[in-house]
């Protein structure tokens, strides 16, 4: 009862697995139920957790993580958490996991101290660690994480992850678009391969454009476009500054085709936040041609991926295309909310 008090939900299978006898008394008496399991009643947990104090909560979740196995549906984070609660020591690959997906669901403290106990972070535990950050609007830390990052980076792919974080978060996180130009500049004269400065032309190209600057999104966009490619990774990135560089243009039905590419390229490559930057540019697409219901259909659709975009901004843009829709509905309510 104290285990699932603390963790709030368990599979049936590990509570079975610590102790079949104590779960079926509890499941009979009508104190747990469901899988996961879960105490019936919330105020009863509550009180339950507020008996438990240091050494024996430790034990609790000692004995938690030690009882999962690979196939009890329990994820990386959540196994991850209950290592670090038990304070036996946790491996960097676990951490890793769990980090990764506790960042996609909001879970930003639990992604900081996740990373924090890896041994020896890389360029790409920075890099999720610059937006477990920004995520909670701790900018100096952000900033910090930032600058690690990219001089933790030794290949030049890590150097070019680091420094689209560090850019992106100057840009779009701290209002700094010169600065974050300045830096994209810098870091693309140190690169030698095609398909990195592709990204790098094409992320210039999308923070530019966000940022209103437009005629150095254009040049960017070019760049990007006359790159010739290999990899996903690089050719997502020129999609996406194909795309916003075409809707910005008019050229609605051209954007169109490069947004139905990136999709497929966001899901081969399993970038939700790139999924979202596209949703963003084919909802604007719809709305400015007066097609109101598709761009209804798309902001509706992605709106709820928007926490999983790395940063808020891409959030605030969904929220204001949402009550750019709701005025032109004529739902002033909505749109204010």
């Known amino acids: 009862l104290r285990t699932i008090a603390i963790a709030g939900a368990v599979p049936r299978a590990v509570l079975f697995r610590l102790d079949v006898e104590a779960l079926e008394r509890l499941e009979r008496a009508q104190l747990v139920a469901g899988d996961p399991c879960v105490i019936d009643h919330p105020l009863y947990a509550e009180v339950i957790r507020g008996q438990l104090v240091g050494e024996e909560t430790r034990r609790l979740y000692s004995k938690l993580a030690s009882a999962v196995g690979p196939d009890d549906g329990v994820d990386a984070a959540r196994l991850a958490e209950w ?69 933790a980076a030794d290949t030049e792919a890590e150097r070019v992850d680091a420094g689209l974080a560090r850019a992106e978060l100057w840009c779009l996180q701290l209002g700094r678009s010169a600065e974050g130009y300045v830096q994209l500049g810098e870091l693309r004269t140190t690169l030698s391969q095609h398909d990195q400065i592709a990204r790098v032309d094409g992320a210039t190209a999308l923070y530019m454009r966000m940022t209103g600057k437009g005629p150095l999104a254009a040049v960017s966009t070019e760049a990007a476009t006359a790159t010739d490619v290999t990899s996903d ?20 039905s051209a954007a169109g085709d490069a947004i139905v590419e990136g999709y497929e390229l966001a899901e081969r490559l399993s970038a939700p936040h790139d999924t979202v930057r596209l949703g963003i540019t084919d909802a604007l697409r719809h709305l400015l041609t007066g097609d109101l219901a598709r761009s ?12 999983v975009s790395l940063v808020r901004p891409a959030h605030a843009v969904w929220l204001g295309l949402g009550a750019q829709l709701a005025a032109f509905d004529g739902d002033f309510r909505r749109a204010e909310l």
């Open 296 to 307: 209804r259909e798309v902001v509706d659709r992605w709106l709820r991926l928007a926490d």
């Open 83 to 151: 290592m670090l609660d038990s304070e036996s020591g946790i491996d960097d690959r676990t951490a890793r996991l769990g980090a990764a997906i506790a960042l996609g669901r909001w879970e930003n403290g639990l992604a900081r101290r996740l990373i924090a106990a890896i041994q020896r972070p890389t360029a790409a535990d920075l890099v999720q660690l610059v937006w477990a950050h920004a995520n909670d609007g701790e900018l100096e830390e952000a900033q910090h994480a930032a600058e690690r990052a990219v001089e």
């Open 233 to 252: 990774a690089a050719r997502l990135s020129v999609v996406l500054a194909d795309a916003f560089g075409k809707v910005f243009s008019g050229k609605f």
